[in-house]
C-alpha cells in the first residue's frame, strides 16, 4: 500500500498536477478499468470493455504510430489526447525534448495507473479540464512561432467522442485567445510603457499588497462583476456589506453606487481613460483603488481613499518588482475579473462568492443595467452564427462578434455568448483547479454561463451560509492601509536601469546588422554575389546577439514583437533564390530598424523615471 502511495504521489509530481486533482483522485475509486502488463512487456488496457492497445504488438505499434505522428515536423507545443499507461508519451519523449500536455478524460483510468505504474516523463503536464487546457497550451505557445501538433490515443477518440470534441475546440479557443493577447499588445503596449514614467513613482509611495496579505484570512470575499445577473442580485448584495470584503471591478462601481452599496476595494487595470465609469459617483473617498501599473495616470487622481499597489502577471513591472523586492505577481487572464480574483486570494479571503460574473448575454445585454455599458444590447443572427451589437451611447461603434452557446449557470440551458469571455471563464476554471483550489469559488451570479468547477449557490444562500456575521472590514483595510511597508524606489530604479541598459546594448547590436544588411541587399540588388557570403555570416552572428538580448528584456518585447512577427509572416515577391534572399535580408533591417527606434523611445521615457527612483526623488504634486 506504501509503495501505491509513493508511486501514486511521486506521478502527481512529475505530471505537475495541481492540488484540486490530486484531492480528487485520492479519494476516487476507479470502475470500468483493467490493465495488466504481459510477460513480454506489451501492456494491456481496456476501458468500459474497449481495448486500448493491440494485445500481441502493443510497443511496435505505439512505436510506429509516433514516429508517423512527428515524422518532419518540429513543434513547439504537443498536445495530446490521453494517457491511458503512458506509453504514447514515452515514445513521444524519446522524440522531442519539447513541452507535452496530455489530457486524460477519465478520472478512473488516473485513479487505476497511477498508483501503480511509474511515469518518469519530464516536461509532461497532465491536465484533466479545458479551462486548464486553454491557459496551459497559451502559455506556452504565446511565446514561440504557435508550432502545435496535436495527437490521440486513437481508440480514445471513439470511447470518449463528446471529450474529444470538447478538446479540440479547447484548443481552437488556446489559439483564438494569442490573437486576442497579440493584438491587444499591438493596440496598448505603447500606454502601457508610456504611463508608467507617471504612476511608478506614485505606486512605490502607495502601500503594497503584499503588506495586506492573509489580512482577511479565512473571511469572506465576493467579486462583483457588472454582468447582466448583477440586476435580480443587488438587493441581496446589500446585506453583504460590513459582513464580506467587497471588491469589485471598475465597471461595477455605478451599478453599485446607484444602488447604494460602497465597494471596499475597486480594481481597474485599463490603460485607457477611463473616468467616465466614475462620474456622479460619490464615496470615492471611501474606497480603496487596486489599480495596475500601466493604468492611465488619470486614475491614480480621483479621490480614492488610499491606493493598493500590485503586481500584474505578464508585464515588465511584474519582472522588474519580483527581483527587487521578491513580490510574486498576481496571476491575471487579462481580464479586470482575473486579476480581482486573484486579489481576493492573496489577501486571505475564503470563500470567495462572484455575482454578476456572467460572461455571457443574459437577456441579450453585455452588462448590468446601471453599469456605464450597461446599454450595450446584442443579436443573435443564427444563419451566420454571430450576433450585432449596438451601444447606444454611441462611444463605441456599432459591429458584430462570433457567437457561441455554453452551458448556462444551473446547468439546464444554454446561453450565447462570446470567444473573449469564454477565454476568461476558461482562466477562472483553470485557477479553480490550480492555484485557487485551496479556496472555496462560489458562482452565485444566478445567470450566465456555468464556471466548471465552482459551487453553484444563490447569492441569497450564500450569505446565509457563510457571511452571516458582522466584522470590521473597513478597520481591518486602514490598518493594512497604516501599515508603513512600502517599496524602497532605489531597488526599483536599479532594476529598471539594467533593463534599459539590455535595451541599449540590443540597439547597439541592431545598428550594426542594421549596416551590414544595408550592405549585404547592395550588392544582392547588384548582382555582385563573390562577396557577398562574409557579408551575410556577419549579418548572421548580429542577427543570433540580437536575438538573444531581446530575449531578456520583456520591455523590448513588448513595443517590436507584435510588428516584429507580423515582418516575419510576410512573404517574397518570388521564389528563387535572391529573392528569398533579399526578402529575408530586408526583414532583418527592418527588425534592426524597429529595436533602434524603440529603444531610443524608452530611453528617453526611463532615463528621467529611473534618475527620480534612484534619489527616492517622490512623486510631483
Not at 489530457?103 to 486548464?132: C, H, K, R, Y
Not at 528563387?576 to 527606434?597: A, G, N, P
Amino acid at each position: 500500500m506504501g509503495s501505491a502511495n509513493e508511486t501514486f504521489t511521486r506521478n502527481l509530481e512529475k505530471l505537475n498536477t495541481g492540488g484540486a486533482l490530486r484531492r480528487v483522485l485520492a479519494s476516487h475509486q476507479p470502475n470500468g478499468v483493467h490493465w495488466e502488463i504481459k510477460p513480454d512487456g506489451n501492456p494491456i488496457l481496456s476501458i468500459n470493455g474497449h481495448s486500448i492497445y493491440k494485445p500481441e504488438n502493443a510497443i511496435a505499434t505505439v512505436a510506429q504510430e509516433i514516429n508517423a505522428f512527428l515524422e518532419n515536423s518540429d513543434p513547439d507545443l504537443i498536445v495530446f489526447f490521453g494517457l491511458g499507461l503512458g506509453l504514447h508519451l514515452q515514445f513521444l519523449r524519446l522524440r522531442t525534448q519539447k513541452p507535452i500536455l496530455v489530457f486524460e478524460p477519465s478520472l478512473d483510468v488516473l485513479a487505476g495507473v497511477l498508483p501503480a505504474i511509474p511515469m518518469d516523463l519530464e516536461n509532461v503536464t497532465l491536465l484533466t479540464n479545458t479551462g486548464q487546457l486553454i491557459e496551459a497550451a497559451g502559455k506556452i505557445l504565446s511565446r514561440t512561432q504557435n508550432k502545435l501538433a496535436v495527437g490521440a490515443i486513437i481508440p480514445y477518440r471513439d470511447i470518449f467522442p463528446a471529450e474529444f470534441d470538447n478538446f479540440r475546440t479547447a484548443l481552437g479557443q488556446a489559439l483564438k485567445n494569442i490573437d486576442i493577447k497579440q493584438s491587444t499588445r499591438a493596440f496598448f503596449s505603447q500606454d502601457w510603457i508610456t504611463h508608467l514614467e507617471d504612476n511608478l513613482p506614485v505606486l512605490v509611495g502607495s502601500t503594497p499588497l503584499h503588506a495586506m496579505s492573509d489580512l482577511f484570512q479565512g473571511k469572506p470575499g465576493i467579486l462583483v462583476g457588472a454582468g447582466p445577473s448583477l440586476d435580480t442580485n443587488i438587493e441581496d448584495l446589500k446585506k453583504a456589506k460590513g459582513k464580506a470584503l467587497i471588491c469589485v471591478v471598475h465597471t461595477a462601481v455605478m451599478p453599485l453606487a446607484k444602488a447604494g452599496i460602497i465597494p471596499d476595494i475597486v480594481v481597474l487595470i485599463e490603460s485607457q481613460h477611463l473616468e467616465h465609469y466614475f462620474q456622479s459617483v460619490e464615496n470615492l473617498d471611501q474606497m480603496i483603488l487596486a489599480p495596475a501599473p500601466h493604468t492611465h495616470p488619470e486614475h491614480l487622481q480621483m479621490g480614492f481613499k488610499g491606493l493598493l499597489t500590485i503586481s500584474v502577471g505578464g508585464h515588465a513591472v511584474s519582472d522588474w518588482f519580483k527581483q527587487a523586492y521578491g513580490i510574486a505577481p498576481l496571476e491575471s487572464g487579462g481580464s479586470v475579473a482575473c486579476t480581482t480574483l486573484s486579489i481576493l486570494h492573496s489577501l486571505g479571503c475564503d470563500p470567495i462568492i462572484q455575482v454578476g460574473m456572467d460572461t455571457a448575454f443574459t437577456n441579450n445585454r453585455t452588462h448590468a443595467g446601471e453599469a456605464e455599458t450597461g446599454c450595450c444590447q446584442v443579436k443573435k443572427d443564427p444563419d451566420a452564427n454571430t450576433m450585432s451589437f449596438t451601444y447606444l451611447d454611441k462611444r463605441t461603434e456599432d459591429g458584430q462578434w462570433d457567437a457561441q452557446m455554453v452551458t448556462a449557470w444551473g446547468g439546464q440551458q444554454q446561453v450565447m455568448t462570446r470567444m473573449l469571455f469564454s477565454s476568461f471563464r476558461n482562466w477562472f476554471e483553470s485557477a479553480n483547479q490550480t492555484w485557487a483550489s485551496d479556496r472555496t469559488l462560489i458562482n452565485a451570479t444566478e445567470g450566465g454561463a456555468r464556471f466548471e468547477g465552482f459551487v453553484e449557490m444563490r447569492l441569497a444562500d450564500a450569505l446565509q451560509k457563510y457571511a452571516n456575521e458582522t466584522f470590521p472590514v473597513t478597520h481591518l483595510l486602514e490598518q493594512g492601509l497604516a501599515s508603513n511597508i512600502l517599496l524602497d524606489p532605489k531597488l526599483l530604479g536599479k532594476e529598471i536601469r539594467q533593463e534599459i541598459e539590455t535595451v541599449a546594448q540590443a540597439s547597439a547590436i541592431a545598428s550594426k546588422a542594421e549596416t551590414e544588411a544595408t550592405k549585404a541587399l547592395k550588392k544582392l540588388k547588384s548582382g555582385k554575389f563573390g562577396t557577398l557570403q562574409p557579408t551575410l555570416d556577419r549579418l548572421a552572428k548580429k542577427e543570433v546577439l540580437l536575438q538573444k538580448l531581446t530575449h531578456q528584456t520583456r520591455l523590448l518585447n513588448m513595443i517590436v514583437g507584435h510588428e516584429a512577427t507580423a515582418l516575419s509572416a510576410t512573404q517574397p515577391a518570388g521564389q528563387d533564390k535572391v529573392s528569398m534572399t533579399i526578402h529575408s535580408v530586408e526583414k532583418s533591417r527592418e527588425i534592426s530598424r524597429l529595436i533602434i527606434k524603440a529603444s531610443d523611445m524608452m530611453q528617453g521615457i526611463f532615463a528621467p523615471l529611473v534618475s527620480r527612483l534612484l534619489e527616492g526623488t517622490p512623486p510631483p504634486e
